[in-house]
T-cell receptor, first 109, second 118 residues
Framework: EAAVTQSPRSKVAVTGGKVTLSCHQT?????MYWYRQDTGHGLRLIHY???????EKGDIPDGYKASRPSQENFSLILELASLSQTAVYFC????????FGKGTRLTVV | AQKVTQTQTSISVVEKTTVTMDCVYE???????LFWYKQTASGEIVFLIR??????ENATVGHYSLNFQKPKSSIGLIITATQIEDSAVYFC???????????????FGAGTQLIVIP
């Protein structure tokens, strides 16, 4: 069964601090994505990757970095977390269909 | 420019009736893929159904079906015999071609909240 695992599932971070969100997939998929969802809104693409050691900017990359050290792992990094980055973050992997993780609720205070 | 648009923010229907959710998209690609996803109350995002642009026949999976109108760049989701558990937020999505591959980035609409009333 397709599996995308995100960690942590919930995090409270301090403004200006560094935050790393991790994602692991066991689907053998080349593509991985990080999306952001704000309350009552749809999903916006932050970064994505189609091969290890390479990442691409999505629609809202500012304030975020991404890292893809292996096919299975894809991280989202907030070097200097800000209040505006409070949101739910979803990781996904894809072959023909896209499979999502359960999300990480990030609160920046 | 917004690539996927869902204009219905919320729909309420009575249980066991049929509901249609609208979605329009923009693309310059001749070949693309369209999807509908459901986000449950727990936040989980679940794949429902897919339409390949080169297929004329509307996709059907269980009590979900699509109304694909390519000239109008429209992909409606139809749920027949709605159940209480169908209450959720439904997202339309389009997959671009990336680097010549069909496995490109996925663009989402803003979502439609469906409320099924007993």
């Amino acid at each position: 069964e397709a599996a995308v695992t995100q960690s942590p599932r919930s995090k409270v971070a301090v403004t200006g601090g560094k935050v790393t969100l991790s994602c692991h997939q066991t689907n053998n998929h080349d593509y991985m994505y990080w999306y952001r969802q704000d309350t009552g809104h749809g999903l916006r693409l932050i970064h994505y990757s189609y091969v290890a050691d390479s990442t691409e900017k999505g629609d809202i990359p500012d304030g975020y970095k991404a890292s893809r050290p292996s096919q299975e792992n894809f991280s989202l990094i907030l070097e200097l977390a800000s209040l505006s980055q409070t949101a739910v973050y979803f990781c996904a992997s894809s072959g023909t269909e896209v499979f999502f993780g359960k999300g990480t609720r990030l609160t920046v205070v | 420019a917004q690539k996927v648009t869902q204009t219905q923010t919320s729909i309420s229907v009575v249980e066991k009736t049929t509901v249609t959710m609208d979605c329009v998209y923009e693309t310059r690609d001749s070949s693309y893929f369209l999807f509908w996803y459901k986000q449950t109350a727990s936040g989980e995002i679940v794949f429902l159904i897919r339409q390949d642009s080169y297929k004329k026949e509307n996709a059907t999976v269980g009590h979900y079906s699509l109304n694909f109108q390519k000239p109008k760049s429209s992909i409606g989701l139809i749920i027949t015999a709605t159940q209480i558990e169908d209450s959720a937020v439904y997202f339309c999505a389009m997959r671009e071609v990336d680097r010549g591959s069909a496995l490109g980035r996925l663009h989402f609409g803003a979502g439609t909240q469906l409320i099924v009333i007993p």
